[in-house]
């Protein structure tokens, strides 16, 4: 059983920063690849930013230069910073994570229950 819990969502004015937490655990043995996923309201889920365990990240070209993310492997937690942010980033924030699980060497693909971010301008 592995849980993803997702943290630091709030309302924020248009220029403000927001840092999000999302926490993986279980029976975890590795975890590979955690990101972070958005969907706005009637608009499909889209991937915002994503981390390997060695540090290689990815980030959607929509959130260059304004968001980070960064994790840490001895917490099984990844982090989302997200600066100058804008009335268009409100969405709810899901965390991802690729996931090897105790005892079975299974792996899986993780979803956190979503954090809402609403930015108002």
């Known amino acids: 059983q592995v849980h993803l819990v997702e943290s630091g969502g709030g309302l924020v004015q248009a220029g403000e920063s927001l840092r999000l937490s999302c926490a993986a655990s279980g029976n975890i043995l590795s975890i590979n690849v955690m990101g972070w996923y958005r969907q706005a309201l009637g608009k499909q889920r889209e991937l915002v930013a994503s981390?390997?365990?060695?540090?290689?990240?990815n980030y959607a070209d929509s959130m260059k230069g304004r968001f980070a993310i960064s994790r840490d492997n001895a917490k099984n937690t990844v982090y989302l910073e997200m600066n100058s942010l804008k009335p268009e980033d409100t969405a709810v924030y899901y965390c991802?994570?690729?996931?090897?699980?105790?005892?079975?060497?299974?792996?899986?693909?993780?979803w956190g229950q979503g954090t809402q971010v609403t930015v108002s301008s």
């Open positions: 981390i390997t365990s060695g540090g290689d990240t």
């Open positions: 991802n994570a690729v996931i090897t699980t105790k005892p079975r060497w299974t792996t899986g693909n993780y």
